[in-house]
């Protein structure tokens, strides 16, 4: 099994900034796809950015410019960079990684970002 551990939420002001982490332990070989999603109260979870083991990055239209997905293979972490935050932005953050091994997405129990105006 597989298990991601978010951290770096919190409270901020709008225009500041955060950084989350997510590190996966347990059986992590072979980690292909890595990405951020986030859910607001009464919305559908999206996604916000993605990346791949060769790098290639997606991210959602609301926050191109703004943030920044990078990943470190060897510590099995994926990170998220959110620069000029919005009140907009608010909602619980999901780290999710796809084990090619186990053909299986994996998923972190949110992290509570909250941008203040």
């Known amino acids: 099994q597989v298990q991601l551990v978010e951290s770096g939420g919190g409270l901020v002001q709008a225009g500041g900034s955060l950084r989350l982490s997510c590190a996966a332990s347990?059986?992590?070989?072979?980690?292909?796809?890595m990405g951020w999603y986030r859910q607001a109260p009464g919305k559908q979870r999206e996604l916000v950015a993605a990346i791949t083991r060769g790098l290639s990055t997606n991210y959602a239209d609301s926050v191109k410019g703004r943030f920044t997905i990078s990943r470190d293979n060897a510590k099995n972490t994926v990170y998220l960079q959110m620069n000029s935050l919005k009140p907009e932005d608010t909602a619980v953050y999901y780290c999710?990684?796809?084990?090619?091994?186990?053909?299986?997405?994996?998923w972190g129990q949110g992290t509570q970002v909250t941008v203040s105006s």
């Open positions: 999710n990684m796809f084990v090619m091994v186990d053909r299986t997405n994996y």
């Open positions: 347990g059986r992590t070989f072979s980690i292909s796809t």
